[in-house]
Nanobody, 115 residues
Framework: QVQLVESGGGLVQAGGSLRLSCLVS????????ANWYRQAPGKQRELVAG???????NYGNSVKGRFTISRDNAKNMVYLQMNSLKPEDTADYYC?????????WGQGTQVTVSS
């Protein structure tokens, strides 16, 4: 059974930083692509950043230059380093794993950025 457990969310002031972590278990993590999505109240879930099995990355336009996604295959971890946070970054952040025809989600972690 594939499990994704996010951590690292919290309350931060605008301009601050947070690092989200996602621990993956139950699958061969190194073969999978991993993504971070977010969903703000009343809005659709959107892709924040993704990293493929080879380490290639992509970012949503609103976070380019501020957020960095990375992975540690030895630890089965995916990270999202978020810098220069803005109030509009406030959302629930979800870890997502895509592997073959499998698409798995974590339970989410809340990020609140105060102005």
């Amino acid at each position: 059974q594939v499990q994704l457990v996010e951590s690292g969310g919290g309350l931060v002031q605008a301009g601050g930083s947070l690092r989200l972590s996602c621990l993956v278990s139950g699958t061969r993590f190194s073969d999978a692509a991993a993504n971070w999505y977010r969903q703000a109240p009343g809005k659709q879930r959107e892709l924040v950043a993704g990293i493929d099995s080879g380490g290639g990355t992509n970012y949503g336009n609103s976070v380019k230059g501020r957020f960095t996604i990375s992975r540690d295959n030895a630890k089965n971890m995916v990270y999202l380093q978020m810098n220069s946070l803005k109030p509009e970054d406030t959302a629930d952040y979800y870890c997502n794993l895509v592997q073959g025809n499998m698409n798995n989600w974590g339970q989410g972690t809340q990020v609140t950025v105060s102005s």
